[in-house]
């Protein structure tokens, strides 16, 4: 069984800094790709970012490029969401997710899915 734990969420101002953990159970964590998604109130999931199984590629919602840095420590399990310059636009419950094949921007595709963390951006 596979789960996904986040944390790191919370309340910050405009252009501050977060950085979100997604804690991963299970032996094949390093072959997975794996993702951040959001979900504002009232809108659609929306994609935000997605790494490959080492950490050798990344992709970036264009709205969060330059601001956003996905990473993964496999040794620890883990994904992170470094999230810098936040904009009110950006509150949303972030959940990570993890695909067993390379991964994507659709959320259908993936296999496994966190609660989510609440990111709450005030101007």
């Known amino acids: 069984q596979v789960q996904l734990v986040e944390s790191g969420g919370g309340l910050v101002q405009a252009g501050g800094s977060l950085r979100l953990s997604c804690a991963v159970s299970?032996?094949?964590?390093?072959?997975?790709?794996m993702a951040w998604f959001r979900q504002a109130p009232g809108k659609e999931r929306e994609f935000v970012a997605t790494i490959n199984w080492n950490g050798g590629r990344t992709y970036y919602l264009d709205s969060v490029k330059g601001r956003f840095t996905i990473s993964r420590d496999n040794a620890k399990n883990t994904v992170y969401l470094q999230m810098n310059s936040l904009k009110p636009e950006d509150t949303a419950v972030y959940s990570c997710?993890?695909?067993?094949?390379?991964?994507?921007?659709?959320?259908?595709?993936?296999?496994?899915w966190g609660q989510g963390t609440q990111v709450t951006v005030s101007s």
């Open positions: 299970g032996r094949t964590f390093s072959s997975y790709a």
């Open positions: 997710a993890g695909d067993r094949s390379y991964g994507s921007t659709l959320y259908y595709v993936y296999d496994y």
